[in-house]
Antibody, heavy 115, light 109 residues
Framework: EVQLVESGGGLVKPGGSLRLSCAASGFTFSSYSMNWVRQAPGKGLEWVSSISSSSSYIYYADSVKGRFTISRDNAKNSLYLQMNSLRAEDTAVYYC????????WGQGTLVTVSS | EIVLTQSPGTLSLSPGERATLSCRASQSVSSSYLAWYQQKPGQAPRLLIYGASSRATGIPDRFSGSGSGTDFTLTISRLEPEDFAVYYCQQYGSSLSYTFGQGTKLEIK
């Protein structure tokens, strides 16, 4: 069974940093590009960042470029998102997903940026 | 960047009725990379349709997808009470880029 388990969310002050993790199981993690998608409270879904299977290609949404860094460890079947210079508008549930279409989704991890 | 525009923003229907949800792209999208999701309050999204018209595992056949180019449609043939939710379309573009529509809320009339 494919499973994606996000962790690392929490309450952080504006300007602070947080590192999210995603533990993947049930599929050949090293063969797939991986992504982070977020959803602000009461809002729609927003793609955040993607990383290719070997980490050769990395892309970011304009809204997080220069502040967030995506990475992966294929030996540990894990995906990461280092978030720096956090803003109130980064408050959201963050999901890790893979593939051209996303199935399944984990439960997500909530990041709250507030003073 | 491809923009996906969903309409209507809110759709009010009764159980048993047919629902038709639209997703329009700002430029042509490969049908292979167009998907639809359902999201209920407090839950993660669930994949319904991929490749514009293929149902995901376990999805009832009252859900169907169609379309090509810039116009795509999700149809629910006969609404069940559990179908009232928010629906999103999503496309995969080149260079690992993805976009979502803003969502259509399907509510009970």
């Amino acid at each position: 069974e494919v499973q994606l388990v996000e962790s690392g969310g929490g309450l952080v002050k504006p300007g602070g940093s947080l590192r999210l993790s995603c533990a993947a199981s049930g599929f050949t993690f090293s063969s797939y590009s991986m992504n982070w998608v977020r959803q602000a409270p009461g809002k729609g879904l927003e793609w955040v960042s993607s990383i290719s299977s070997s980490s050769s290609y990395i892309y970011y949404a304009d809204s997080v470029k220069g502040r967030f860094t995506i990475s992966r460890d294929n030996a540990k079947n894990s995906l990461y998102l280092q978030m720096n210079s956090l803003r109130a508008e980064d408050t959201a549930v963050y999901y890790c997903v893979f593939g051209y279409w996303f199935d399944p989704w984990g439960q997500g991890t909530l990041v709250t940026v507030s003073s | 960047e491809i923009v996906l525009t969903q309409s209507p923003g809110t759709l009010s229907l009764s159980p048993g009725e047919r629902a038709t949800l639209s997703c329009r792209a700002s430029q042509s999208v490969s049908s292979s990379y167009l998907a639809w999701y359902q999201q209920k309050p407090g839950q993660a999204p669930r994949l319904l349709i991929y490749g514009a018209s293929s149902r995901a595992t376990g999805i009832p056949d009252r859900f169907s997808g169609s379309g090509s180019g810039t116009d795509f449609t999700l149809t629910i043939s006969r609404l069940e009470p559990e179908d009232f939710a928010v629906y999103y379309c999503q496309q995969y573009g080149s260079s690992l880029s993805y976009t979502f529509g803003q969502g259509t809320k399907l509510e009970i009339k």
